[in-house]
């Protein structure tokens, strides 16, 4: 198994924080976002680990040598969404989790053995307008994505950090490389393809706590979090 760990976006909605450092690399009770994935990843044995940069890419220099991480630069960060960073490192795809940089991770929910099939990690969410909500069956298989409304019951949704089996991984790749191959990818997050293909994968839904992961998208966001770890 291995991880790739998307850093690429600008993150504007956390400047002042962002002018001079990547959102990924922001700090919470002393460690950044990006080295706290790192940790609980070496700790369930994961060593190849693919950070995929972008804005101020040299800035993650550091930790790349720290833990001999694989670093692929996407120099068109600012042009497209997150589909073109992952078309860079599709060739990595296969059994490979995949984390969001920009989630903090309270508690270490990843599996520290092969999950049978692929999986998105879940927590269910309160404030879910505009989140991707996954609906599955009796069996937690993933059977369609939603997008959260005004006055949604909270839900269980697509919290950024996922695993791709061989087979899977293998297909998500081959249909990013045939999207971006005829060019009309500009607005489509990797995710949209997942959920172009979902007949076509074995992907279900591994609920986590509610407090296990958070998003840091916005300095709402990072307040919200601070808050919510000062209460512990």
Sequence with gaps: MRAILVAAGMGTRLRPLTNTIPKSLIEVNGISLLERQILNLREIGIDEIIVLTGYLHEKFDDLVKKYDLIKIVNDKYDVYNNIYTMYLAKDYLQDAFVIDADN???KNFLPNKRPDNSEYYSACKENI???WILRYDENNKLQRVDIGKEGDEPSYIMSGASYWSK???KIIAQRIDEKVKCGDFKNLYWDDIV???LNDLEVYVNKIG???IFEIDSIKD???LKNKLSIK
């Design 222 to 224: 990072l307040e919200y």
């Design 129 to 131: 307008v505009g989140e």
């Design 210 to 212: 509610s407090n296990d």
């Design 167 to 169: 087979k899977d991984g």
């Design 195 to 197: 959920v172009e293909n």
């Design 104 to 106: 903090y991770i309270n």
